[in-house]
């Protein structure tokens, strides 16, 4: 049955190699016009720099938690580690890559061919990063289980800290950066100076545009991949220390080690083969919706792996427990996609009711906005709370990370789907600035906006599944640190339940004070140029975009480090000083305040953004009115919620949790101060 363990990375590699082919196919695209290229160059040149200043910043960190691993664990997890933030860096920069190169190539598809090819070369783009994603995830962590066996659960957990410490970094960098430039670029540009979004006038408008591709395409790219790393490396773990399943409904059955970590291998191979399929059967029509479009492959994947599921799980436990545990997290994460696109798609109520409540003015705008974002609250806890109990009563604690691997198995599709949006708003802001036709404007809007939902409902995906990541692995860390249950009788715990419930809230103000510095900059910035060249705003000289994309790259280098630093060193504090069980008080906290608070403010900044292209559609005044400057400001406040505080969150939870499990051992032969 071990043998059976190469198929991994072999559908790994499989994915990695039609992830070339794409990017092969895009570079084959005519870029356009000398104009086009020009603005894609500036863009393309401002996110690989940031990237590259970034990885070198995070150096120090690697090097720093490299040698206290080896020296406080072991070696082979240390080394590891390094291959697990170097396999994030590489997934976040081949998809960088691709799309910079795409977004150019759909803006020129759709001033050529029309709707149809643009979207081909937008999704396909996306697709690269998907592919990537899954697939260095999965020949990182199927690699490691071919060569060590069911030893490898012990050391495995050192990749997954890899993965999750740059995925932190890199998405609350990448948030700090977009939203420093996008409210820079609005408050002064769209509601000051009166120009249209991506006018070549506006000083920010590289820095933005840079700033979609380093927050939403490397940031949410490097989330997912340390979501699906966690994912299997808890079910490996929990395959290893439990040798039986009792479920509470159904027959038990024996967890052998080796079939119970080569189960959950083979289910996210079988993903990689269901997302590549997905992928290839994204077709657009010329007049259609691309939604529908992205929908299909999305549940043609979704229906491959339950299919599959049942089958691996008839053969490998000759019971269908563990197969029901997986499609309850496929079917939690479709919910909470499909509930996320209610709240903040312009399609439905909540977010028209906030462009209806924007005639009043920004006050009203951002309280219902808020409210909404509470609201939202809902529906994904309860979907959230009944997987988890489904999960545990067909499989137990080791049934909930089969939910939450098969909730991430078909992650190469829901990253491209994802990765898909920032590539169409490129293209949107490349026609701007080149002066192109209006009606490719108008693709390029249509494509945006499906791109704003599908982004939105990325995130709503992201926080599912960071929610049932962070449980497994919070269910390895009490069987690792030998705890059965923690008592909430016992003072320590209730401290490191209310430390864990308070850390999520201090993160997020954190990331949101750093953006709020760093767009202060920026909007000075961009005052300055205006008032100081008068030609900028006559069209007659050019503005220094270097100068904004510098502002939002430092900023971001500088800010992220405080936040990042946090969820590192929390949960070893907390360890040492209060000991395992007030760690899992913590990590409780943790998760429950922090998946509240992350669906929140993602989904609040969604319906705000969505508000206002509500209403430059046409309703309630249209562009430029009173009611959309009101809709502006409630945009410009749910861009740092929905793209910098709140999916960070999400790593947030799972890195301290991760963190708990590597540095288990230590806690245990520590003991603690109290």
Request: proline share 3%; hydrophobic share 50%.
């Amino acid at each position: 049955m071990e043998t059976l363990a190469i198929i991994a990375p072999v559908c790994a590699i499989a994915a990695l190699v039609v992830a070339y082919a794409l990017s092969a196919w895009i570079n084959k695209v005519d870029e356009g016009l000398e104009r086009m290229k020009e603005i894609a160059g500036f863009i393309r040149e401002g996110s690989m720099a940031f990237l590259r200043r970034e990885y070198k910043t995070m150096v120090f960190v690697i090097i720093a938690l490299f040698l206290i691993l080896g020296f406080f664990i072991d070696w082979t997890t240390a080394g590891l580690y390094v291959v697990g933030a170097l396999f994030s860096v590489l997934a976040g920069f081949f998809g960088m890559k691709v799309a910079t190169k795409g977004n150019v190539r759909t803006a020129n598809a759709a001033r050529v061919d029309g709707m149809s090819k643009a979207l081909k070369v937008a999704f396909r783009s996306g697709a690269v990063m998907g592919l990537c994603v899954a697939g260095l995830g999965l020949l990182g962590v199927g690699s490691i289980f071919v060569l060590m066996g069911v030893e490898s659960a012990s050391v495995v957990t050192g990749f997954g800290l890899g993965a999750s410490s740059m995925a932190l970094f890199g998405r609350v960098g990448g948030g700090i950066y977009t939203k420093a430039a996008d409210v820079g670029a609005d408050l002064v540009g769209k509601v000051e100076a009166g120009i249209p979004e991506d006018d070549p006038r506006n000083p920010a408008v590289i820095a933005d545009n840079v700033g979609d591709n380093v927050g939403d395409v490397a940031g949410m790219g490097s989330d997912l991949f340390e979501s699906y790393v966690g994912s299997l490396i808890s079910a490996i773990t929990l395959a290893v220390v439990i040798p039986f399943v009792n479920p509470l409904i159904g027959a038990g059955f024996e967890l052998d080690p080796v079939g119970g970590s080569v189960f959950p291998l083979l289910l996210a191979a079988a993903g990689i083969i269901a997302s590549i399929i997905g992928i290839m059967m994204v077709r657009g029509k010329k007049d259609g919706n691309p939604a529908t479009a992205l929908n299909a492959g999305t549940y043609i994947s979704a229906a491959i792996v339950i299919v599959v599921s049942l089958i691996l799980s008839q053969l490998f436990f000759q019971n269908l427990n563990p197969a029901i545990a997986v499609i309850s997290g496929l079917l939690v994460g479709t919910a909470i996609g499909k509930i996320t696109e209610i709240y903040t798609s312009g399609d439905y109520k909540h977010v028209k009711k906030i462009a209806e409540q924007s005639q009043t003015g920004p006050a009203t705008t951002i309280i219902s906005g808020l409210g909404i974002g509470m609201l939202s609250t809902v529906w994904p806890i309860l979907f959230i709370a009944a997987g988890i109990l489904i999960a545990n009563a067909f499989a137990g604690l080791y049934g909930i990370a089969l939910a939450a691997v098969g909730m991430l198995s078909t992650t190469g599709m829901v990253v491209a789907v994802d990765a898909y949006g920032p590539v169409s708003d490129n293209a949107g802001g490349i026609a701007e600035m080149s002066k192109l036709p209006k009606e490719v404007r108008a693709i390029t809007d249509k494509l945006d906006a499906v791109g704003n939902t599908t982004a939105a409902i990325g995130k709503g995906f992201a926080i599912g599944s960071a929610a049932l990541t962070a449980l497994a692995l919070f269910a390895s860390y009490s069987q690792l640190a030998g705890l059965s249950q923690i008592s909430l009788l016992n003072p320590l715990v209730i401290a490191g339940l209310f430390i864990g419930a308070m850390l999520p809230f201090l993160f997020s103000a954190m990331t949101m004070n750093s953006v709020g510095k760093a767009a202060n900059q920026m909007i000075e910035e961009v005052r300055r140029q205006f008032r100081e060249d008068s030609g900028i705003m006559a069209g007659t000289s050019k503005p220094d975009y270097a100068r904004c994309v510098d502002i939002s790259t430092k900023a971001a280098l500088r800010e992220m480090m405080a936040p990042g630093l946090l969820a590192i060193i929390a949960p070893l504090a907390v360890g040492l000083i209060m000991g395992t069980e007030a760690l899992g008080g913590m990590l409780a906290g943790a998760l429950s305040a922090g998946v509240l608070l992350a669906i929140m403010m993602a989904n609040a900044g969604g319906a705000w953004d969505n508000a206002k292209k509500y209403i430059e559609e046409g309703h309630y005044g249209g562009k430029g009115s009173d009611t959309h400057k009101a809709a502006v400001v409630g945009d410009t406040v749910g861009d740092p919620f929905k793209d910098t505080s709140g999916p960070s969150i999400n790593i947030l939870i799972k890195l301290m949790t991760i963190v708990a499990v590597v540095f288990a051992p230590l806690f245990v032969s520590f003991g603690s101060l109290l």
